[in-house]
């Protein structure tokens, strides 16, 4: 499964952008439906953390409480797609972006219990 990420760029704190996450790929629409997908990021000199999970039915959300109220995560299992809405953007918020699908229908935080990735799109926000 390939996923390709879309949608970073620069922006002003209080702005807002939306990222998206596309599957691709042999076996990419079964492997998507019934598995978790995740946001991630990653600042500089800083660990990969969890943004938000959302469940293979899309039941199930879980947030970072940083971006908690700020970011909405949806997914679409019709079109392999899932979707990161960010506002109120911070510049503690400027990041790289990954999208991921996880090995379990409810993901987890662990960057470890992921199968697939996207190539990361870059997310600057300007104070």
């Known amino acids: 499964v390939q996923l390709q990420a879309c949608g970073g760029g620069l922006v002003q704190a209080g702005g807002s952008l939306r990222l998206s996450c596309a599957a691709s790929?042999?076996?990419?629409?079964?492997?998507?439906?019934?598995?978790?997908m995740s946001w991630f990021r990653q600042a500089n000199g800083k660990e990969r953390e969890a943004v938000a999970t959302?469940?293979?039915?899309?039941?199930?959300?879980v947030w970072l409480d940083a971006v908690k109220g700020r970011f909405i995560i949806s997914r679409d299992n019709a079109k392999n797609t899932v979707n990161l809405q960010m506002d109120n953007l911070k510049p503690e918020d400027t990041a790289v972006y990954y999208c991921?699908?996880?090995?379990?229908?409810?993901?987890?935080?662990?960057?470890?219990?992921?199968?697939?990735w996207g190539q990361g799109t870059l997310v600057t926000v300007s104070s």
């Open positions: 790929g042999r076996a990419s629409g079964r492997t998507v439906s019934n598995n978790a």
């Open positions: 959302v469940s293979w039915k899309g039941d199930k959300v």
């Open positions: 991921a699908v996880a090995r379990r229908p409810y993901g987890s935080r662990s960057p470890a219990d992921y199968g697939s």
